[in-house]
């Protein structure tokens, strides 16, 4: 566009952005590169670290003798003399077209001997076509953004220039505003605006990422923020149908949910076999999501069974997701007895562990009595009501419950593929759950029993269990505080 070429129009939209790669041409057998950035020429040795042209080069030299006070005396402040690399010097000596042989002594003397004379002849020769093949290069790349880009690319590539065609040049065409996307926070148009004496607001866009924001700018103060006002009731608008669909959304997955609980429930108790409960299960525990859920946030449980002992015992644990905490759960065989000690321990304060002492010093030794599990003991239609105790850590800092294990929580299995149950900690109080299982055994069943393996390994449930005890509270505290 012609009038982009006037004096008014460059003093208003500046320098062109540079995105086009830099011109490299072969000078004298040595590699070079140009690029304009900010109206400034990048001239530049490839071969030496992409050494660029200084033409201020006496800064550079090192004194030959210190500097004197008045009265002849050596100063105690001596000039700061940037240093730099051989391979530096010896893009300097290049670009005045001098020999780059020798040491850094030599190229030292050879460019103060040359004196601050700039480039030689045949590189300024070279630069000036290498800065005119760029500018050729650039401009016809931004034309071509220009042409098929829309007006947020434009935005974001040269606000000057959007600005100033959409809003300067044509003042009398009817446009009073001009809304863009950006996605700095807006920093640039803004500053821009600003400097143009264009009024600009912004505002941020429903579900936006980081950064992104809506602008709107324009010549008349009024008809910006009369554009603004009607953004706003859009933006409420679609927030308020955005909430709604939500709702629905949920509230057709919590009926589908319960539809599936209660199926699950209804054919379990019709179930006389022994019952595998092992594996994933979906939770729904709606105090939890809707304090600290969002989005597709959902809890979840994984039963996994230890390996048995010689005697056929196991263990029974499962880690869980609860949003807002995370954790293991070890169930307690509903026929023995906690031990009396297990039940009446004292908390040891942090002052009790040493630095030395190892993580789990404090549950080794014979797995407690109640915590074993012979097969007639585990889930089945006539052992349905169990309690578990838990350890784990909320998920916001990931601080480590301490004494979490004391709560003695509950645990019904409905059926195979129902259960329901009470979860007790000081974060939430007590709160109600129900789950229903991802897959039923016949489904498992139709895995390699590879698979099946992995997926029952994926968790080492016993060391879960140790490394959420007081001493690693300890040591995660002084981590985060140092002391």
Not at 9 to 20: E, L, M, Y
Not at 118 to 134: F, V
Request: net charge negative.
């Amino acid at each position: 566009m012609e009038v982009l070429h006037t004096d008014m129009a460059k003093k208003d939209i500046g320098a062109p952005p540079s995105i086009s790669p830099p011109v490299c041409n072969s000078i004298s057998g040595r590699q070079y590169s140009c690029l304009v950035r900010n109206a400034e020429v990048q001239f530049s040795d490839e071969a030496n670290d992409h050494t660029q042209y200084e033409a201020d080069i006496d800064r550079y030299l090192p004194l030959l003798t210190p500097k004197l006070t008045k009265a002849g005396k050596i100063a105690v402040r001596q000039p700061h003399i940037p240093k730099q690399s051989v391979k530096w010097w010896k893009a300097q000596c290049g670009f005045r077209s001098l020999s780059v042989s020798g040491n850094l002594r030599d190229l030292q003397d050879r460019i103060r001997e040359h004196g601050n004379g700039g480039l030689s002849k045949t590189m300024e020769e070279a630069c000036k076509k290498m800065e005119k093949d760029y500018v050729i290069n650039n401009n016809r790349a931004i034309e071509e953004i220009w042409i098929r880009g829309d007006k947020n690319e434009k935005a974001k590539l040269w606000p000057e220039r959007l600005l100033y065609e959409s809003l300067v040049v044509h003042s009398g065409s009817g446009r009073e505003t001009l809304v863009v996307e950006v996605d700095d926070w807006g920093e640039t148009i803004e500053n821009v605006s600003r400097q143009m004496k264009i009024h600009c607001e912004m505002r941020k866009m429903p579900d936006y990422k980081t950064g992104q924001r809506l602008v709107v700018v324009g010549l008349n103060e009024q008809s910006v923020r009369s554009k603004i006002a009607e953004m706003d009731r859009d933006i409420g608008r679609s927030v308020l149908r955005a909430r709604r669909e939500q709702e629905l959304q949920e509230q057709e997955a919590q009926d589908d949910f319960d539809r599936r609980f209660n199926l699950a429930q209804s054919e379990g108790r019709r179930s006389k076999r022994e019952w595998n409960v092992s594996g994933e299960w979906k939770i729904s525990c709606p105090y939890m999501e809707e304090q600290w859920g969002s989005g597709d946030d959902r809890c979840r449980l994984k039963f996994v069974l230890t390996k048995p002992t010689g005697t056929g015992l196991v263990q029974m644990f499962a880690s869980f997701d609860f949003i807002a905490i995370t954790g293991i759960m070890r169930f307690i065989n509903p026929s023995a007895r906690e031990d009396a000690q297990e039940e009446g321990r004292k908390p040891r304060s942090c002052e009790d562990y040493s630095d030395n002492e190892s993580e789990d010093s404090y549950d080794h030794g014979p797995v407690p009595a109640h915590f074993l599990f012979p097969k007639a003991s585990l889930p089945s239609s006539s052992a349905r009501e169990f309690t578990f105790r838990w350890r784990g850590e909320e998920t916001g800092e990931g601080e480590i419950q301490l004494y979490s294990d004391q709560e003695l929580c509950s645990m019904t299995f409905e059926s195979p593929n129902a259960l329901s149950g009470v979860f007790i900690s000081d974060l939430t109080g007590e709160v109600e759950f129900k789950g229903i299982r991802q897959e039923s055994e016949t489904e498992t069943k139709r895995r390699g029993p590879q698979e099946r393996r992995e997926a029952a390994d994926s968790l080492d449930p016993s060391y879960a269990w140790r490394s959420r005890n007081e001493a690693a509270y300890e040591r995660a505290r002084k981590g985060r505080w140092g002391k």
